[in-house]
C-alpha cells in the first residue's frame, strides 16, 4: 500500500478523473467516447449544456477502476482568476490549493462564480484533471488564465486536443503554449474521430503521471484491449456470415414437375433477400459497436442476379466436392453401375461422363446427386451474381472501418455508399466459387457446426475485413 495526498492507494482504489475545459470543447463527448455510449449527458453545440457534475464509472469487467467527473464549462475565466488573485493577496500564507478550497467555501449558490465554484470543487477532489482543448480556438487570454487557475490545484493535468482532424498548425501552437506551462503530456484525441490507440494512449499517460495507480491502469488497458478486438472481431464475423449466407444461396430456375407455382418473380425473392440479410446484419454491427440505427445511412443496395451452372469438371470442383480427383479418376470406371443407377434416366455419355465422380462413393452421390442430375439436365440456377457480393463484401467492410472509427460524440449520420477505399480480398474468386458449390453451407453456418473448409474460408474472410 502506498500513501499519497493522505489516502491510501489500495488493490480497489479508484481513481477519480475530473473532465475540465472551456464550455464546449467536447467534455461530455469525450466521456461519451471512453464509456462507448451514446447515453452520457447532452451534447450540444450551445453553451452551458452540462450545468452540474456528473459521475460515470468505467470499470475492467466487475472491477470498477475510475470514475469520470463531467464538469460544467469554465465560462467566466477572467472574473474567476481575479477573484482568486484577490484572495491570494489576502492570504500570502496559504498555498495555492487552498486558496481554491477557501474560493469553493466561500462560493453561495446564486453567485456568479457558482458553476466556476463547482468545477474547482471537483477538481480538489480529483486525481488528475483531463483539460480538454478546441484547438480551432486561437489560444486567448482566456484560456491562459485557465491554464493559470488548473495548476493552482497540483494536480496532475493531462491536456486532451480535441477537434484535430485538419488542423495542425493550430494544433502546433497550442503545443507551444501549454509547453509554457510545464505540460508536455498532451494527448490528441478526437471524440468524434475515435481511435483506440488514442484512448490507449490516454491510460498510458494516466500510468505514468500517477504512479501508484500504475497496476490498476494496467488492467483497465489489458481489458480495454481485450474488449476491442473482441468488438472488431465480431463485427467481421457478423459481415463473413453475411457474405457465406449470401453466396451460398441458389434457386433452381425450373419448378418442380413442370408445374408453374404462383411465387413472386425468382428476382424479386433475391433482391429481397439480399437486402434484408444486409439490413439484419447492420443491425447486428450497430448492437455490437453499442450504436443505433440513427448512426448510419445506408442506400438499398443495387442487386443484380446471376446465373450459377455447374461444372463438374471445372478446376477445383472435385476437391471442392470433398473428394480425392486421382482415386476418383481411378475408380470411377468400377463404379459404373451405381453411377447409372443413381442417374437413371440420363443419357450414357453424361452418366459415364460422371463415372469420374464415381471416387465419391454412394455417401457423397446421395448428398449431391440431386445436383448432379439437375447438371447434366442442363439446369441453371439463380443467385445473386459476382458485382453484387462484391458491393456487399465492399460496403460491409467500409461500414465495419467506420464504426471501428466511430465516437460515440459523433453528432452526424454515417453514410455507406461509398466503397473506393475498400479492396476485395486477392482470393476472393476461388472462394466464393466454393461457396457457391455449397448451397448446403447456409444450413451449416447458421447451425455453427464445425466444417473444415467453411472455416478455412470464415478465416479469410474475416482476416481480409480486419486487414490482417
Ligand atoms: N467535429 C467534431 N465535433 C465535436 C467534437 N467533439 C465535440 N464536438 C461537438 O462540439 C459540441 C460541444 O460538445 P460537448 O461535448 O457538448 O462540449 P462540452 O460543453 O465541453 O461538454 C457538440 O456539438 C459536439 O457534437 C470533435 O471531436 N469533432
Ligand atoms: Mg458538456
Known amino acids: 500500500m502506498i500513501t499519497r495526498n493522505s489516502h491510501r492507494i489500495t488493490a480497489d482504489s479508484l481513481l477519480n478523473v475530473a473532465v475540465v475545459g472551456h464550455t464546449n470543447t467536447g467534455k461530455t463527448s469525450l466521456i461519451r467516447t471512453m464509456l462507448r455510449s451514446t447515453e452520457f449527458g447532452i451534447i450540444e453545440d450551445a453553451a452551458g449544456t452540462t450545468r452540474h457534475v456528473e459521475q460515470a464509472t468505467i470499470s475492467a469487467g466487475n472491477d470498477p477502476i475510475l470514475h469520470l467527473y463531467d464538469t460544467p464549462g469554465l465560462e467566466d475565466s477572467r472574473a474567476l482568476f481575479s477573484h482568486i488573485k484577490k484572495l491570494r493577496e489576502k492570504s500570502k500564507l496559504l498555498l495555492p490549493a487552498q486558496i481554491l478550497e477557501q474560493f469553493v467555501t466561500q462560493t453561495a449558490v446564486d453567485d456568479p462564480l457558482e458553476q466556476e465554484a463547482k468545477v474547482i470543487r471537483q477538481m480538489l477532489r480529483s486525481d488528475i484533471l483531463l483539460?480538454?482543448?478546441?484547438?480551432?480556438?486561437?489560444?486567448?487570454?482566456?484560456?491562459?488564465?485557465?491554464?493559470?487557475?488548473?495548476?493552482?490545484?497540483?494536480?496532475?493535468?493531462?491536456?486532451?486536443?480535441?477537434?484535430?482532424?485538419?488542423?495542425?498548425?493550430?494544433?502546433?501552437?497550442?503545443?507551444?503554449?501549454?509547453?509554457?506551462?510545464?505540460?508536455?503530456?498532451?494527448?490528441?484525441?478526437?471524440?468524434?474521430?475515435?481511435?483506440?490507440?488514442?484512448?490507449?494512449?490516454?491510460?498510458?499517460?494516466?500510468?505514468?503521471?500517477?504512479?501508484?495507480?500504475?497496476?490498476?491502469?494496467?488492467?483497465?488497458?489489458?481489458?480495454?484491449?481485450?474488449?476491442?478486438?473482441?468488438?472488431?472481431?465480431?463485427?467481421?464475423?457478423?459481415?463473413?456470415?453475411?457474405?457465406?449466407?449470401?453466396?451460398?444461396?441458389?434457386?433452381?430456375?425450373?419448378?418442380?414437375?413442370?408445374?408453374?407455382?404462383?411465387?413472386?418473380?425468382?428476382?424479386?425473392?433475391?433482391?429481397?433477400?439480399?437486402?434484408?440479410?444486409?439490413?439484419?446484419?447492420?443491425?447486428?454491427?450497430?448492437?455490437?459497436?453499442?450504436?443505433?440505427?440513427?448512426?448510419?445511412?445506408?442506400?438499398?443496395?443495387?442487386?443484380?442476379?446471376?446465373?450459377?451452372?455447374?461444372?463438374?469438371?471445372?478446376?477445383?470442383?472435385?476437391?471442392?466436392?470433398?473428394?480425392?480427383?486421382?482415386s476418383a479418376a481411378a475408380k470411377g470406371a468400377a463404379a459404373g453401375v451405381g453411377i447409372d443407377l443413381m442417374v437413371g434416366g440420363l443419357s450414357l455419355g453424361a452418366a459415364s461422363a460422371l463415372g469420374a465422380l464415381a471416387g465419391a462413393g454412394w455417401s457423397t452421390f446421395k448428398r449431391y446427386g440431386d445436383e448432379i442430375k439437375a447438371t447434366v439436365r442442363g439446369t441453371k440456377w439463380h443467385c445473386a451474381d459476382d458485382t453484387t457480393l462484391q458491393i456487399l463484401y465492399l460496403r460491409q467492410k467500409h461500414l465495419l472501418k467506420k464504426l471501428m472509427h466511430r465516437g460515440h460524440a459523433a453528432q452526424d449520420p454515417l453514410h455507406v455508399d461509398k466503397t473506393d477505399e475498400e479492396k476485395i480480398p486477392e482470393n476472393w474468386h476461388p472462394l466464393i466459387s466454393v461457396l457457391r458449390q455449397n448451397p448446403g453451407w447456409r444450413e451449416v453456418a447458421a447451425m455453427r457446426t464445425d466444417t473444415v473448409q467453411l472455416q478455412a474460408i470464415e478465416t479469410q474472410l474475416i482476416n481480409a475485413l480486419l486487414d490482417n
Open 131 to 326: 483539460y480538454i482543448i478546441d484547438v480551432r480556438e486561437p489560444v486567448l487570454e482566456k484560456y491562459r488564465l485557465e491554464l493559470e487557475i488548473l495548476t493552482l490545484s497540483a494536480k496532475p493535468i493531462i491536456p486532451v486536443f480535441n477537434f484535430i482532424a485538419g488542423h495542425d498548425q493550430d494544433l502546433t501552437k497550442w503545443r507551444e503554449q501549454l509547453a509554457v506551462f510545464h505540460m508536455h503530456a498532451t494527448l490528441e484525441f478526437d471524440t468524434v474521430a475515435f481511435s483506440f490507440d488514442a484512448e490507449k494512449r490516454l491510460y498510458q499517460k494516466m500510468q505514468t503521471l500517477l504512479e501508484p495507480y500504475y497496476s490498476r491502469l494496467q488492467k483497465l488497458i489489458d481489458h480495454r484491449e481485450t474488449l476491442w478486438n473482441q468488438l472488431c472481431l465480431s463485427g467481421a464475423k457478423r459481415i463473413t456470415e453475411l457474405i457465406v449466407d449470401i453466396a451460398c444461396y441458389r434457386e433452381s430456375k425450373t419448378s418442380h414437375h413442370g408445374r408453374i407455382v404462383m411465387q413472386p418473380p425468382v428476382e424479386n425473392r433475391l433482391h429481397d433477400l439480399v437486402r434484408s440479410a444486409e439490413q439484419r446484419c447492420l443491425r447486428d454491427l450497430l448492437i455490437i459497436f453499442n450504436f443505433s440505427a440513427t448512426d448510419v445511412k445506408i442506400q438499398n443496395i443495387p442487386v443484380s442476379d446471376g446465373q450459377w451452372q455447374l461444372d463438374i469438371f471445372a478446376p477445383g470442383i472435385l476437391k471442392a466436392y470433398g473428394l480425392d480427383v486421382g
